[in-house]
């Protein structure tokens, strides 16, 4: 489901969901935030290990699906 500001709702395990809710108030910060933080972080680490297997044809497409150019 789309709201009008742009943001998707998206299901997640209960006990996801309090592990958020905790991180968010540990560091002051709203959940998106912590959520959205936690994807880059992810993608970043699967491009990574796309180039230490040596499949750069991977990490090109990781890239290109963020709409980044690779280095």
């Not at 709702?9 to 991180?23: E, F, G, P, S, Y």
């Not at 912590?34 to 040596?54: K, M």
């Amino acid at each position: 489901m789309i709201t009008q500001s742009g943001s998707v709702n998206v299901r997640v395990t209960k006990r996801t969901h309090l592990q958020l809710a905790a991180l968010a108030k540990e560091n002051g910060l709203p959940m998106q935030t912590i959520l959205d933080r936690a994807v880059e972080a992810y993608r970043r680490q699967s491009f990574l290990e796309a180039l230490n297997a040596g499949d750069a044809e991977g990490a090109l497409a990781i890239a290109a699906s963020f709409g980044e150019q690779a280095a």
